[in-house]
């Protein structure tokens, strides 16, 4: 292979246009799809609107869904950075991972992207693969200072990731929004083994995105 | 329509004949699948065992996946009635939903043909409506008899229902059957209230069929 042909983040030309590609499919979707609502869109409306081939659609993307996962990846990228202000200066662990949970629930049910494809049929470890366990880092400060009383980790946090894609499903079943973020961040934390007292009055302290 | 074509339940032949060939369907998937492992049968494995047309199978179901539904259903409710002498005798609803759960969970695990419908990448909600909510009775009796601390029951509910496929999806990964029981248990205790500390005594109780 030629020098010329590769960048210096060691990328061929080949490479390169085929990422470019890929971004142009994933662009026009989004534009589409916000604009005409998910259901809509077609995989044809999406590679005319990229000017590229049916064939060329699917070297990159198996579905309408799949489409969807950077775009979800983006988003989820930003929803961390607005926990991370929302949780900036707080210490207790609980408190943490209470506003963390209900930052992002609600930040799932306003983006109409997001939801669609929490509700899109993507198999459950889909979903939770997607959403992962956001507030993975306050949940190891919480074990060290024994705010929380966890005996399986594993197991606790399968029992988590199940339950916080059940809340994000009834959300989409039209459960309130509020409601639902303080719910899922208030029952997270009887799971973590706060009183349950403790765990109503943390999830319903305000939220103050600093 | 002809009386002589209706019988006293009121299907016709021709239903009848649908109903037949359907459960012929359905008994020819269960064989070959527990024979050969599910991944291993095709839809016209199936059709030939059954000595049916391919377009026949159409006609009652779309995936390989479907064809499982009815057989899940009778393994669900025997399970319930195992659950019932688990619990008989009992009357704290906290230890009758904890051996429900424990006993649920551990069927799942065992029948190759639940675990495999669990994790087909079945959507969640469908997951979620398959598998129900086992120990819904205690769960009442519990909100009455104030056993249980609950604020609101249908977000609770969307919570243990996700909660579950969790553990479910964690078995599959190769999670222990027994441990993974038993958090389930102790985990939606918590959940409902029971404090931390009373809920992993509970849940560690012996099972005793009756």
Known sequence: MSKENTTEQGMTRFERRKASTRARIVEAAERLMRDRGVEAVTIQDITDAADVG?????????????????????????????????????????LRMSLGIRVVVRAIAEDPL?????????????????????????????????????????????????????????????????????????????????PAKEAAQIARQPIEIH
Request: proline share 4%; net charge negative.
């Open 54 to 94: 049916h064939g060329t659609f699917y070297l990159h993307f198996k579905t309408k869904g799949d489409v969807l996962r950077p775009l979800i990846e983006h988003l989820s990228n930003q929803v961390h950075a607005r926990v991370d202000r929302a949780a900036h200066g707080e210490t207790d662990p609980a």
């Open 114 to 194: 997001w939801s669609w494809y929490a509700r899109s049929g993507a198999s459950f470890s889909e979903l939770v693969a997607q959403m992962g366990t956001p507030p993975a880092e306050d949940m190891r400060k919480g074990l060290k200072s024994s705010r929380f009383d966890i005996a399986n980790l594993p197991a606790t946090v399968s029992f988590i990731d199940g339950a916080f894609v059940g809340m994000i499903t009834s959300l989409n079943e039209g459960a309130d929004v509020d409601e639902t973020a303080d719910m899922t961040a208030e029952l997270v934390l009887r799971v973590f083994g706060v």
